[in-house]
C-alpha cells in the first residue's frame, strides 16, 4: 500500500509565496516522474509541474519563473516552491507519482490541496 499526503496549501495574497509538499510513503522500491496537478474551478484538471528521477523538470507556461518543482529522493518527497501568486493560480493541487512497488508500477494520487490566492 502507497500513500501520498500532501500539505502546504492555504490562503494567500496575491504576489505571495507558497510552498506545496508530498510525502510517498508504503512499500516502495523506487519513484519515477512526480509532478503537481492542479483543477480550477469549472476547469479541466491541468499539469503543472514535473520532475523525473534524475531531476529533468518541465512546466506549464502559465508558471515558468515563478514556480520552482523540486524533490528529495532520500525522503520520497517532492515540493512545489510558488512565488509570485496570481489569482488564476487558485485551485485544488494534487500531487502525482508513478511508484513502482509489490512489482508494480503504477500512477498514485494525493489527496488535493487547496491554494486560494486573493486578488
Known amino acids: 500500500q502507497v500513500r501520498l499526503v500532501e500539505s502546504g496549501g492555504g490562503l494567500v495574497q496575491a504576489g505571495g509565496s507558497l510552498r506545496l509538499s508530498c510525502a510517498a510513503s508504503?512499500?516502495?522500491?523506487?519513484?519515477?516522474?512526480m509532478g503537481w496537478y492542479r483543477r480550477a474551478p469549472g476547469k479541466r484538471r491541468e499539469l503543472v509541474a514535473s520532475?523525473?528521477?534524475?531531476?529533468?523538470?518541465g512546466y506549464i507556461d502559465s508558471v515558468k519563473g515563478r514556480f520552482t518543482i523540486t524533490r528529495d529522493n532520500a525522503k520520497n518527497t517532492v515540493y512545489l516552491q510558488m512565488n509570485s501568486l496570481k489569482p488564476e493560480d487558485t485551485a485544488v493541487y494534487y500531487c502525482?507519482?508513478?511508484?513502482?512497488?509489490?512489482?508494480?508500477?503504477?500512477?498514485?494520487w494525493g489527496q488535493g490541496t487547496q491554494v486560494t490566492v486573493s486578488s
Open positions: 508504503g512499500s516502495i522500491s523506487s519513484i519515477d516522474v
Open positions: 502525482n507519482a508513478f511508484i513502482m512497488s509489490d512489482g508494480a508500477r503504477t500512477p498514485n
Open positions: 520532475i523525473t528521477s534524475q531531476g529533468i523538470t
